[in-house]
């Protein structure tokens, strides 16, 4: 009887992780846990991410992304993520004293600045989720898609159930609250390994760099490291399929604990502690999710016309004025000659300045385009 591909793949990660449990970790050894890292990161990425012939793959939840940016609710069952669902938005989700009321993804919209934010309630997940139980890999798969997660808490509990939720999510390739390591790399067809570093490396070496490359079989490459990076960041990179999320931790129930402690949760960072019940700190909680997404609100103006402040177009802090014509109409940029813009991101604020598609917009910028 042959077994499949699956099980002999998971049986390789438990081996796996099991030898990386019981190593010592020293500087002597510090070059073979690099490798069994890598074993395991390459093992537990077949596991969850399975090639169409290694099996049907499993259904997700089917929620189409709109609005300005989607924001996703993640938490153990009965933390109060549908409350606050409807709380925050018009939209009712089912909720009751016992767990597992939510089955799949409810979205709401959170209408804020001119801007609309999805909210997507996702079922309550358990320990092993990203090994699938309890609809757990459609869960976190679905957080992977969104633009801040929100990890809901019982504030009346312990801090085990972040760190569990910490776990799954980590497990999935999602790296919470974590930018993408300042790394270059770049396959080659031939010419072997070219390895650069401009930082002095202290948490890994070039020894163990190129051992973890012929471990996925990378013999040509160009790879440059710009920052003083770990084994595991470096294996991220390789892998490449990482997803890096801003993360809001949510203590909800703060009605039920001491000022102490509700001191001591809220001077934690990326924080916000409420309470769904008793409506509490919910306003403050919408202006995080504005800050932490990273949004700017940007109005148009037409020829002769005041600008349109009811309206503003959302975009990504960054954005330009090549963005803000895609927001528009596609064909905006195309037919681009130039733009006035007025606001913060003009040289000559109050007074409009006249820029090129690379210009820079700033929050609350009034921009006028011109077309050929």
Known sequence: MRWPVVCILALLHCIASIELSSAQKNKATEYHLGLLKAKLARYRAQLLEPTAKSGASGTGFDVQKSGDARVALIGFPSVGK???????????????????????????????????IQLLDLPGIVEGASQGRGRGRQVVSTAKTADLILIMLDATKSDEQRRLLEIELDAVGIRLNKQKPDVVFKKKTTGGITFNATVKLTKTDERTIRSILASYKLHNCDVMIREDITTDEFIDVLIGTRKYVPCLYVYNKIDSISLEQLDKLAHQPNTAVISCEMGLNLEYLIDRIWDDLNLVKVYTKKRGVHPDLADPICMRKGATVEDVCNGIHRSLAANFRYALVWGKSSKFAPHAQKVSLAHQVQDEDVVSIFTK
């Not at 549908?82 to 009321?101: D, M, N, Q």
């Open 82 to 116: 549908s409350t606050l669902l409807g709380k925050v938005t018009h939209t009712a989700s089912e909720t009751a004293a016992y767990e597992f009321t939510t089955l799949t993804a409810i979205p709401g919209v959170i209408e804020y600045k001119g801007a609309r």
